[in-house]
């Protein structure tokens, strides 16, 4: 079942400008991880984060992890074009052999 | 990281017929899994395919219609069987190197497939 609930469901920015992701999960988790998907094609996968960090950065990303709220966000600073995507968050749960349980996404939309 | 190929990279079938779909690793890996993605959708977990036994299917996916074949730790095959619209979905594999907690996962870049 889908778990995860990610916010804005769409995002529009100019290039420069930093954009921002929320993902919200129901159960206890080992990592999350973030990918991002160019027009339907394959997933790239980006950063997981453990259960036990709060913070992880790569590049102009930062994602945090909050386990109390079950919630994480992905930063993009210094957005280009080339970052229009959707983004998805999956959580690897707890006893779940790996199996990710993704969130419904995010589409996100640089202009230049 | 691992490099996935998949076969095809998209196919357009009639209904009623049945598709295999390939996936190739370049390194051994212990974990590979196969996804669907509905049109507009995200993505949820079809199966794990195990080497050498059975796959291990998720709910509302059966062997009949997704019968999925895994015999080394660099290949597996997935074969959407008896067709219909609704199938008409990115299917893709993905892989993680080693089995255990915190292992990031890969994908291949999935095939689009669409029935008439």
């Known amino acids: 079942s889908q778990q995860g609930e990610e916010d804005p469901q769409a995002l529009s920015i100019q290039e420069g400008e930093n954009a921002t992701m929320n993902c919200s999960y129901k159960t206890s988790i080992n990592n999350l991880q973030w990918y991002r998907q160019n027009s339907g094609r394959g997933l790239v996968h980006l950063i997981l984060i453990r259960s036990n960090e709060r913070e992880k950065h790569s590049g102009r990303l930062r994602v945090t992890l909050d386990t109390s709220k079950k919630s994480s966000s992905l930063l993009i600073t210094a957005s280009r074009a080339a970052d229009t995507a959707s983004y998805f968050c999956a959580t690897d749960q707890f006893q779940g052999a790996q199996k990710l349980v993704f969130g419904q996404g995010t589409r996100l939309t640089i202009n230049p | 990281s691992a490099v996935i190929s998949q076969k095809p990279s998209r196919d357009i079938c009639q209904r009623g017929t049945s598709l295999t779909i390939q996936c190739q690793v370049d390194s051994q890996v212990t974990m590979m899994f196969w996804y669907r993605q509905q049109p507009g959708q995200s993505l949820t977990l079809i199966a794990t395919a195990n080497q050498g036994s059975e796959a291990t299917y998720e709910s509302g996916f059966v062997i009949d219609k997704f019968p999925i074949s895994r015999p080394n730790l660099t290949f597996s095959t997935l074969t959407v069987s008896n067709m219909s619209p609704e199938d008409s979905s990115i299917y893709l594999c993905?892989?993680?190197?080693?089995?255990?907690?915190?292992?990031?996962?890969?994908f291949g870049d999935g095939t689009r497939l669409s029935i008439l």
């Open positions: 993905s892989v993680a190197a080693a089995s255990g907690k915190n292992q990031p996962q890969h």
